[in-house]
């Protein structure tokens, strides 16, 4: 009876795991959904509505991913300190709301400015306590699967939210309604904040007393160390997308087409997520981070050669293969990596090095494609994802988790 009870009581927490992992995925899953139905359309409406030139875009967009970037760490440390990841993270998604709203009362760029400020804010605050709460509802042994999961999710409302801005984009006229549009985006971010209605949290206390920041920082293992140098090494040959579709326009694509290569992307990667985090806690982190940054160098290079639709069509399919190796995968690396007291200072870490790095990347491969030619910085990012993947060869640890 006794051992018939423990085992009902271990399937009972398993079972509220991953209830509570799904969950914090359909958070995603609609607030992806309102983004993606939103985002493909922002330069189009400040160029029609507002005059907008690309100088201008790319400034709105570079402050507002910049400020995410920073807030991540920002946001991490915060979690750790004071213990509340779930009522950081609805704040977080709270402002993908009002960014919808924002965009509807906005009278000038400087609006959509601000209310790109306001998403990228949000971004930056929800990313890392979140991904706390998926890692402490993840099973010991199943940190791969957790975040393959949550990344599934995430990916397949990001593709819903993408094909249906093809099609509106397909079917609009000259005086398509943006704001008509902005408005039916609230629907789905509401939902994605009713889904917090089923997440539990882990209680805990916060310390009264804590160390600072940089004595903590001792505690991390050499590993993670390794792991950030890595990121940015390979960061910085991963430039915007914007010169992925630039390739595209250039292998026959036209600008509405190209947004249905996104959505290959994002489906291919939400079909393998699950089956990538499942592979990586049998094998180990490592045996999948490597192939992964060698998938996103052969990548690369697929986009720096390829000249026909159909060859550019595939090498967004392996696009998302890459993504699917690697999101999920890293993260739940870093959760296992880091101190228990840094967790969430960790995750916020990874991204915000990554962030910083993205910064001079683009602007790299801009200067690259002007001088050398446009296949120039697709051949920089390929070689810079071959060296971060033989620092891992030579120097990471494959560390195995079993259940």
């Not at 293969?321 to 999920?328: E, N």
């Amino acid at each position: 009876m006794f051992l018939n009870g423990e085992a009902n009581k271990k399937n009972n927490l398993k079972n509220a795991g991953m209830a509570n992992i799904f969950f914090l995925g359909m958070v995603s899953f609609f607030t992806d959904l309102s983004s993606e139905m939103v985002y493909p359309l922002i330069p189009l409406y400040l160029t029609a509505a507002f005059g907008a030139t690309p100088a201008l875009i790319g400034v709105i967009e570079g402050v507002a991913e910049s400020l995410a970037s920073l807030l991540k760490v920002f946001s991490g440390y915060v979690t750790d300190r004071f213990k509340k990841k779930k009522a950081t993270a609805f704040a977080g998604y709270f402002a993908s709301l009002f960014y919808k709203a924002a965009l509807i009362v906005a009278g000038s760029w400087a609006g959509i400015l601000a209310a790109r400020v306001i998403d990228r804010a949000g971004k930056g605050i929800r990313t890392a306590p979140r991904d706390v709460l998926v890692s402490e509802s993840a099973d010991k042994g199943a940190m791969g699967k957790a975040f393959g999961l949550h990344k599934a999710l995430d990916m397949s409302g990001a593709a819903l939210g993408i094909l249906i801005t093809y099609f509106v984009l397909h079917g609009m006229g000259d005086g398509f309604d943006y704001k008509r549009l902005f408005l039916i985006a609230l629907v789905p971010a509401l939902l994605g904040l009713a889904m917090f209605l089923f997440i539990k949290e882990k209680k805990e206390r916060p310390p009264k007393e804590r160390e600072p920041f940089w004595k903590n920082i001792r505690k991390v293992d050499g590993q993670l160390k390794l792991y950030l140098l890595v990121v940015f090494v390979f960061t910085l040959g991963n430039s915007s997308n914007v010169f992925i579709l630039l390739k595209a326009k250039e292998a026959g694509f036209d600008a509405v087409s190209v947004i249905l290569l996104y959505f290959v992307f994002n489906i291919t990667a939400s079909v393998l997520s699950v089956p990538c985090g499942k592979l990586s806690d049998r094998v180990g982190r490592k045996n999948l981070l490597v192939p992964g940054y060698v998938t996103f160098s052969l990548c690369y290079l697929g986009f720096a050669f390829a000249n026909g639709r159909w060859q550019m069509a595939a090498v967004f399919i392996v696009y998302g293969v890459y993504t699917a190796m690697i999101s999920g995968v890293e993260r739940a690396f870093v959760a296992e990596a880091a101190p228990p007291e840094l967790k969430g200072t960790m995750l916020g870490l990874q991204s915000t090095v990554a962030g910083i790095a993205l910064l001079p990347a683009s602007v790299i491969a801009g200067l690259m494609w002007t001088v050398f030619g446009a296949e120039a910085p697709f051949v920089f990012g390929a070689a810079l994802s071959l060296a971060a993947a033989g620092i891992l060869i030579l120097f990471m640890k494959n560390k195995k988790i079993h259940a």
